[in-house]
């Protein structure tokens, strides 16, 4: 790219020759490594819920078999809330098994008369609440408003079957003692099949009576309390209510509202657990007969800089009463560091006693490494439409080995940031076969890279 000049002080006008010179990489590569592109993310960590190699845990068994195993036991047993702890340093893995996870469990249990829910969060906050807000946010407004109205529309039909008091109290509430030109038939029509089927539906024709919303929302709160949680805090209840009954220019406000349950102290009543609850009571009446929580970098709990000693106490302590409380259809796995699973050992027993489960993730042997970068080299061919018979080249076993011996930690993402490295300093200096000596060249730069990435993720994490 040309110097920028005075009328181009951020060099936009080299684009395009940024574009050609991605095209010369391209073409170099295909001529010289088969490759249609490097394949390796620059970043070490793997694109967003990827496919990836079986690999090993510290006992040299294969990973996915296990994590298969403890799935499919969670789902068929139901009767008794799991606990599983991924154990690993940083780079080992984790968050690319989690979301591995999630991807696999929402293919192929997420559908059908009984299936399970997968949620993943990506890092814990402040206090245990937060959690739930994770779990809503990462539903969305829409969906946990088609889920809430899946959840009351059948309350709601059998109380319009039986032309119950309620309804007739209702009735005489919405109009008041001025408005008694609504006849029976329109208003009991409101309430009919078709409209109960989705909520948009029903709020359409309750609004064609020029009615206000709001006057429903003291029996919807109550049809809440009876279909979903009769213990519920009523502040969880006129929450998801209120969100319901939002007009589509207001909901964003009330589901910020809903979010904030729980950030003051004037909602003592809204704990983790009971709101947790609510929400699996809803997704149960969805068809969700189990949910998957899948909370990543746990490590921030125990050991993060983040919370102070008592939020950490409160925290854990929450989250252990959540496995107590909540009996069926929960599954709790927590992806976390070696040292973070030794101080939450030592600092919460009971939660620990409670994640019986572990699997840890270990470096990499040679076996496993070849493995990897086959696996990524291949995805690539595949996606160039590029055939070959040796599946780790330009890498061979000679360069394997001197990765293997040379590296200090041989972790998936030092392994695939290495190994982008390579492929570049190649391109870069014209390298047409990599050697031991390309390994050792590369590993020098490499090794000060991540010297000055230990204190800044220190930094970050503080």
Known sequence: MEEPTRNDVFGLGGTA????????ESQWLRQHFALPFNPFPQSGISPEAPDGPPLPDEKGQEIDSQIGRFIMSAFKDRVSTKGLA??????????HLLRLMHKEITQWLGSGEEKALSIYIQRPRIEAQDVNREILKSLGEDTFRKMLWFSLRDTIAADAEASSDRLRELRQELQGPLFTNIGDDEFTD???????????TFLAAFDALGLRREALLPYLTEVFVRAVAPTSPLEVAQGCVTLLLSRDDKARASWESLLALGKTRRVPLLAAPDFLEDLLSVFKMNGYVYTFLLIDEFEEVPSGYLLTRRQKADYMYTMMEVLNRIQKGLCLVLAITPEAWQNLTEVAPPLQDRIPTTIRLATLGKNSIIRLLQFYLGQARKDGKIEIEDHLFPFSEATVNQ???????????????????VISYCFSNS???ITPETIKTVLKDFMAMKSVEAPKRRLDRS
């Open 431 to 433: 390298i047409t076969a």
């Open 403 to 421: 990765i293997h011996s040379s590296l200090p930690a041989r972790t998936p993402r030092n392994i695939l940031q290495f190994s982008y490295q």
């Open 17 to 24: 020759s940024d574009i050609a010179a991605v095209e010369e």
């Open 86 to 95: 991924v154990i690993g340093s940083y780079g080992t893995g984790k968050s």
């Open 190 to 200: 409101v309430f009919g099949p078709s409209n109960l089927e989705d909520y948009r």
